[in-house]
Each structure stands twice: as C-alpha cells, then as structure tokens.
C-alpha cells in the first residue's frame, strides 16, 4: 500500500492506475485462496469439533508426560489458549557446561553414553533436547531457542491421538530418567 501512495504522489499521472492496481488486489482473490475458502466453508463445524477433540486428548497425554517435572503451575504450564507446554528442566540440566556435562556423565538410556556425550557439546536444555532425540526417539524445542533456557517447549497439536501416545510414553520414560540422573548423579 505504501508504494502505491508514494508513487502516485510522484507521479500523478499514476493515481489512477495505482487506484486500479489496489482494488484488483483487494477484490481479486487468487483463485487457490478461493477453493481453500469454499473447502473450509463446505466442512463445517463438524470438522472443526472433531479437530479440537483430539487436541484435548494430546494435551492430557503430554501433561501426564510433563508430571515427572512436577505438577501444572509448578514444573510446567501452558496448555491451554496455546498447543504446547513449557517445561522447567531440573536444575542440573538448566544450562550451561555443567549441566551438558551432567548428561554425558549419566550416559544413555540404552546402556550408550556416546549419544549423551555427543549433547554434551551443545550444553543445557539443547543437550537435553538431543539426548531424548538420540536416547528415547522424541523431539521437543529447546527454551533457549526461544529466549527461555533451561526449559523445553513440548507441543501437542501436530500428531495425531496414535502418534501422540507414542510420543507421550518416550517423553515420559525419557524425564523419568532425567529426573533419576539428577538423583544419582547428586547435585
């Protein structure tokens, strides 16, 4: 819009076509946008439920998956006005050095410390992010990649309810065992 005014006040003579240009983008919807609309339109409300529905059941599944970090409001909160937690790491795991060098020193999941020493070079909550990625096959977002270290953002809405339990049952065995190496390991 904005070159669109400044053009036209360079150059009168442009006014008129620049006002033309304007209304044909604003009128003139591609006609992709257009088949998109009518879809969405012709699926109703029905399709809209059905959507939601499985979100609050991926969203019990997680939260029941979050609980060895504690409790909703304390270890973890979000889930509801968003599609995803976030998760306050145990403080050994929180950043920096130490705690990379906390998952190296644990080991895998599976008996392979290699995977946790690998992490360890990317430090804290990333560390951790690569471990349950290597250790237990699920992938969550680090908080330092959104400005919160020492968490983990863990969405709910892009699985469908199978996957999802699947995803559920590795995050949770995975934070169970972070939760037992900060007890073995005695920080």
């Known amino acids: 819009h904005a070159r669109f005014t400044a053009a036209a006040a360079a150059v009168p003579a442009a006014g008129d076509a620049t006002a033309q240009v304007q209304d044909t983008i604003i009128v003139c919807a591609p006609q992709m946008s257009q088949q998109l609309a009518l ?16 979100l609050s059941h991926n969203r019990e599944l997680i939260a029941d998956a979050l609980s060895p970090l504690g409790t909703r409001g304390h270890g973890w909160v979000g889930g509801e006005g968003a599609i ?10 929180g ?21 946790a020493a690998a992490a360890a070079a990317g430090g804290g909550d990333e560390a951790v992010v690569e471990w349950l990625i290597k250790e ?18 863990v969405a709910f809405a892009n699985l ?24 073995v390991v005695g920080v």
């Open 136 to 153: 237990h096959g699920v992938c969550v977002v680090p908080g330092s990649a959104c400005g919160v270290p020492g968490h983990v953002r």
């Open 95 to 115: 950043g920096g050095s130490a705690a990379a060098a906390a998952v190296a020193t644990a080991g895998g999941a599976n008996g392979n410390s290699a995977a």
């Open 39 to 54: 879809a969405a339109l012709q699926e109703g409300e029905q399709y809209v439920r059905q959507g939601v529905a499985g």
């Open 160 to 183: 469908r309810e199978e996957q999802c339990e699947v995803a559920a049952a590795r995050l949770k065995q995975g934070l169970q065992q972070l939760v037992s190496m900060e007890a």
């Open 84 to 93: 995803y937690y976030w998760a306050r790491l145990p403080e050994r795991f």
